[in-house]
């Protein structure tokens, strides 16, 4: 089953929640819509659901035009946020709502509605929470029912809303490994919405970043993190140090990283903290500074460097090799990046 | 909400004990200053009525009771009252449904008109249907002419009724649902449920103790109201009245014996109210606990 | 606005609207457009410059302000007691309390004159000491108290319930005595949700009919009150001198809905800072 969204434009008032955005998703597979909050992937998730109309645009799945079904004719699975269980039935009776509204002509009989819900309680672990409320269930056990409900009705496809987003840090992991595992098992093309960085670079065959209404940029997760398009992407992936530097002859350089620019006066480089290699000893063309502070954190440890410039750099280094180097604050030191990034594209965020 | 406060859930004990308090005189002293408080003003009143509609003994209660025109009073009461309870009951529904579950303009103004029923004295109630139906009103001669009568008669009763009733259940419901949100009707919807699948398995249990508290208040009122039903009546004995205003004509016939009896009848039927209501709000107290963590 | 997810939207503002306007909207603009009827100098010389007219709105307002008056002090002590302190009977007081709510105005009416005229069981004992309620504006009052009770205290003891504990605490460590705490801390809290039941009590007290008539003793001039008046002019068939009391005490009405949604406006905001 593939989804095709064709420039969906929504907007509320004056808020334009997406502009003119397509989006495909290719049959089995398991996409994550990327970005901050505002940035308009609920929505078009929603609107791939038919829970919101689109002002203009439209939604095709499985080749069918299905722009102006209702979200019952168009059967996709919805996953809520906040589980959205129905909170007087039992979980077995949630798991069965689906099967049991069908109309009278294509209902399973009892047996059979009761065999597929304690096959999809099984599927989710859950089989002996049958006869419990949903308030009497975990957060990670609720949403796991709420997955059971919606593949109950054998959806052709799969969404789901921040499925992770109310569950504390550690759960969150282990039911991102289990949906993962899950999909593999079942490959029902499924799309779900995170702000999550870690949880769509781990989980998702294909990561779609999504920015202000539009698709930043779409690909494999190695792909999108080692190749960000532009900053936006870059600053969203993970922490940045920004160098602000004189271009000359079509080049800039930080450190030892020469990299070529299209004409301009300055340009902003990028560089990842991890990719910034720290050092005692000068050497020709690096930059200079001073420690301000260190700080341990787990593996990683953290040291801000101030330049002359009153910027600061951000530096990680693994425990190991900082035990080598032990730097004290104030102790002046250099630094090159690894590994950076220039992007051409003067003041496209601001609009 | 004009008219009628926030519904309270279950009083339950806020903490058990609190490091800070005040000291025990202070406590027991505003204890007793409550209770006297109380007692004086609502229960006094209620064992009155009992006490007086029983002074004379079960054969002169049970007579008055009996008597063709409290029975006709009864009658009347109970028919406005079947009336009304249903209609607005089904009103409310629609009500909160558009208005929790939609939002379009003028939704704020449409809240506000069905909250002035409450801001609004009874007798106003019962002299803006007189102004549009009576003798001398918008429609009075046109109605003359075809020999219908609505004013001191039992079409006029049962407007009235239904105007001061109309917001109880609308007004219990609204905020119940708008707090519910409609994510369970959404994840109805796309699990392959209709409309009136969604309505009746999804909403209406969520809703039914809202509803029931709604209904309770409703009926209470339908059959207790005194003064918009006292302008369009007439006071037309055996006919036009109902139980609070065969109360009133016994009353000022001197008849108190009898009166209290009719009124003894109205007092239980506040008693059950509030015995009802109770064991709602106790029934619907772990029910209506939002059972997932608040959405953010 | 675009087509909407969830059914039922154009059946159920349908069906609210139509009912609305036929319950709601058309009889009260017919009491608007009726009182238009006249001219203008007719109607203030109706509705404002009678004599008897104005003396009934000063007891009606006056009383009414005089009972939430009342119910704002007993009302927050009811309330209090009934959210901070445990015990026997607790939750009963608490069902009692809406009891007005219940309670047909009427059997109000005639229970109250009955115990406090002069041979009432309370009355009786008033009156060995010089107080007269019935036929008096004090009865009047007293009837006002007995049904504006539940609208404090429902409004007060939420607040107070959502009060936070932490508040009190900190108050104490910062050496604030009890009663101090109470009048910092405290009571500036709950301070919107008592205006909003002062203001529902008022507001249902100036309308109220079947608990007053009885004991006001309804003596023109002195214990008639607005809504009885609207009810002679009736019963003379007096329509338009009707209407324009009517809409007077309508304005009165909708002026104080509008203080009730600021009061209520202020104090969500209130609770949004804490």
Known sequence: ?????????????????????????????????????????????????????????????????????????????????????????????????????????????????????????????????????????????????????????????????????????????????????????????????????????????????????????????????????????????????????????????????????????????????????????????????????????????????????????EVELPRERYADLRFTVGEAVHLSPRQAKVFAEAGRQSN | MPGLPPRLRAARPAEARRAVTEPWPVRAGLIALALLFIALLLVLPLVLVFQTAFAQGWRTYLAAIREPDAWAAIRLTLLATIISVPLNTIFGVAAAWAIAKFRFRGRQLLLTLIDLPFAVSPVIAGLIFVILFGRRGFLGPWLAEHGIRIIFNTPGIVLATLFVTFPFVARELIPLMEAQGSDEEQSALTLGASGWQTFWRVTLPNIKWALLYGIILCNARAMGEFGAVSVVSGHIRGRTNTMPLHIEVLYNDYQFAAAFAVASLLALLAVVTLVLKSLVEWRAAPASAPSEAAAG | MSRRVLPGFGLSLGVTLTYTSLLVLIPLGGLFLF??????????????????????????????????????????????????????????????VDLPFALPTAVSGIALVTLYDRHGWMGRHLASLG?????????????????????????????????EAE????????????????????????????????????????????????????????????????????????????????????????LTLFVINLLQAWSRRRGKET
Request: proline share 4%; glycine share 8%; no cysteine.
């Open chain 1, 1 to 313: 089953m593939t989804i095709q969204a064709n420039q969906i434009t929504k907007r509320f008032g004056a808020f334009t929640a997406l502009d003119r955005v397509d989006l495909e998703v290719g049959d089995g597979q398991l996409v994550a819509l990327l970005g901050p909050s505002g940035s308009g992937k609920t929505t078009l998730l929603r609107i791939i659901a038919g829970l919101e109309q689109a002002d203009e645009g439209s939604v095709w799945l499985d080749g069918v035009d299905t722009t102006r079904q209702n979200p019952r004719e168009r059967r996709v699975g919805f996953v809520f946020q906040h589980y959205a269980l129905f909170r007087h039935m039992t979980v077995f009776e949630n798991v069965a709502f689906g099967l049991r509204v069908k109309p009278r002509r294509v209902r399973p009989g009892r047996d059979e509605i009761r065999d597929r819900v304690h096959e999809l309680l099984r599927l989710v672990q859950l089989d002996w929470l049958a006869d419990r409320l949903p308030n009497q269930l975990s957060g990670g056990q609720r949403q796991r029912v709420a997955l059971a409900r919606a593949l109950a009705v054998e959806p052709r496809v799969l969404l789901l809303d921040e499925p992770f987003g109310a569950l504390d840090a550690k759960v969150r992991k282990e039911l991102r490994r289990w949906l993962r595992r899950l999909h593999d098992e079942i490959h029902v093309t499924s799309v779900f919405v995170t702000h999550d960085v870690e949880e769509a670079l781990e989980v998702a065959d294909e990561v779609v970043v999504m920015n202000e209404g539009r698709i930043e940029q779409k690909g494999h997760p190695d792909q999108v993190y080692e190749h960000p398009v532009n900053s936006f992407v870059y600053h969203f992936l993970g922490s940045v140090n920004l160098f602000h530097t004189r271009v000359r002859d079509g080049q800039v350089r930080v450190g030892e990283q020469v990299l070529a620019v299209e004409g301009e006066d300055e340009a902003v480089v990028h560089a990842r903290p991890h990719d910034i290699e720290i050092s005692r000893t000068a050497e020709p063309g690096w930059l200079e500074g001073t420690v301000l502070r260190i700080h341990g954190i787990g593996p990683v440890v953290r040291v801000e460097v101030r330049r002359e410039d009153e910027s600061l750099v």
């Open chain 3, 35 to 96: 009182s238009g009827r006249q001219s203008w100098s007719d109607f203030v010389a109706k509705a404002i410059l009678d004599p008897r007219v104005l003396a009934s709105y000063r007891l009606s307002f006056g009383t009414s302000a005089m009972a939430a008056a009342i119910n704002g002090v007993f009302g927050f002590i009811v309330a209090w007691v009934l959210v901070r302190y445990r015990f026997p009977g607790r939750r009963l007081v608490d069902a009692v």
């Open chain 3, 131 to 163: 107080i007269q309620v019935a036929n008096t504006p004090l009865g009047i009052t007293l009837a006002l108290v007995l049904i504006g009770l539940p609208f404090v205290v429902r409004t007060v003891q939420p607040a107070i319930k959502d009060l």
């Open chain 3, 167 to 254: 508040l009190e605490e900190a108050a104490a460590s910062l050496g604030a005595n009890r009663l101090q705490a109470f009048r910092r801390v405290i009571f500036p809290a709950i301070l919107p949700a008592l205006l909003s039941g002062f203001t529902l009590a008022f507001a249902r007290a100036v309308g109220e009919f079947g608990s007053v008539i009885f004991i006001a003793g309804n003596l023109p001039m002195r214990t008639e009150i607005a809504p009885l008046l609207i009810v002679i002019r009736l019963e003379q068939y007096d329509y338009t001198g009707a209407a324009a009391i009517g809409v007077v005490m309508l304005v009165a009405s909708f």
